[in-house]
């Protein structure tokens, strides 16, 4: 990579750490509220992963608004469904990886307080899932296209 490349990727690499650090309170904020609420047990106390399942959800449409418009808002991207496909899958795959650990950490290792789901689910799950959503957004959902060329008349 040539230096303008290296500081256009290191940027874009800083502003989706910024988006991935909101939308992590976004999915700590929300998945706490459902599991654990302010008191104690919350609205979803004995689903944990299905709590965590809407909690990523609403926390992935911040990463595509942020991601979209401000991450990668150099790019000429038309309107695809395949382009909104292409995230959802790539979110899918995402939640999996969130899930494997919160589960782990469940059902495995028999951790069930804020504090283990909290690093399961959000800290280490959260981390390997904005590993793997940097390297598909940035090839698959995001993907440098030049504009079409205006017909000529």
Request: net charge positive.
């Amino acid at each position: 990579m040539h230096g303008n490349a290296a500081t256009r990727k290191a940027k874009q690499a800083g502003a989706f750490l910024v988006i991935g650090g909101l939308a992590f309170l976004v999915d700590a904020g929300v998945y706490n509220l459902l599991v654990f609420w302010v008191t104690g047990d919350g609205p979803m106390h004995g689903q944990p992963l299905a709590a965590k399942i809407i909690s990523i959800v609403v926390a992935s449409l911040v990463t595509y608004v942020g991601n979209r418009y401000w991450t990668f808002s150099d790019r000429h991207l038309p309107h695809r469904f395949s382009r909104y496909a292409i995230f959802v899958l790539c979110n899918l795959i995402a939640i999996g990886l969130q899930l494997g650990c919160l589960a782990f950490s469940r059902y495995v290792l028999g951790l069930d307080d804020v504090v283990a789901d909290n690093i399961s689910g959000t800290l280490i799950g959260q981390t390997l899932a904005t590993a793997f959503r940097f390297l598909t957004y940035d090839r698959f959902v995001f993907p440098h296209e030049e504009p079409s060329p205006a017909p000529r008349p």
